[in-house]
Nanobody, 120 residues
Framework: VQLQASGGGLAQAGESLRLSCAAAGNIDSINVMGWYRQAPGKQRELVAS???????YYADSVQARFLISKDDAKDTIYLLINSLKPEDTAVYYC???????????????WGQGTLVTVSS
């Protein structure tokens, strides 16, 4: 599975930004897709995920402003970030997980990351 993230850039606080992640390869094997972010000097954190089985998940810190969606026809997921804040500045990574062998093995795939910079 290959993941290509795009849509990052420079934005002002209060604006919105939509990130895209196009998946290619053995798409049918993917169970969950999501977005992580890593701010300077901080650990990578999960901000949102989407699954046909379990629905959507959002980190508490972003739940009111982030919206994850999926276009199956395009094998693409999106992350809409509303009301951008300077603390949203980070590299955003697309992630895909394939769970196999009765849940005992998890294959994980990562996109290259896209930088979001929010100015105040």
């Amino acid at each position: 599975v290959q993941l290509q993230a795009s849509g990052g850039g420079l934005a002002q606080a209060g604006e919105s930004l939509r990130l895209s992640c196009a998946a290619a390869g053995n798409i049918d094997s993917i169970n969950v897709m999501g977005w992580y972010r890593q701010a300077p000097g901080k650990q990578r954190e999960l901000v949102a995920s989407i699954s046909s089985v379990s629905g959507t998940y959002y980190a508490d810190s972003v739940q009111a402003r982030f919206l994850i969606s999926k276009d199956d026809a395009k094998d693409t997921i999106y992350l809409l970030i509303n009301s951008l804040k300077p603390e949203d500045t980070a590299v955003y990574y697309c992630n895909a997980i394939h769970i196999r062998d009765l849940g005992t093995v998890k294959d994980e795939y990562w996109g290259q990351g896209t930088l979001v910079t929010v100015s105040s």
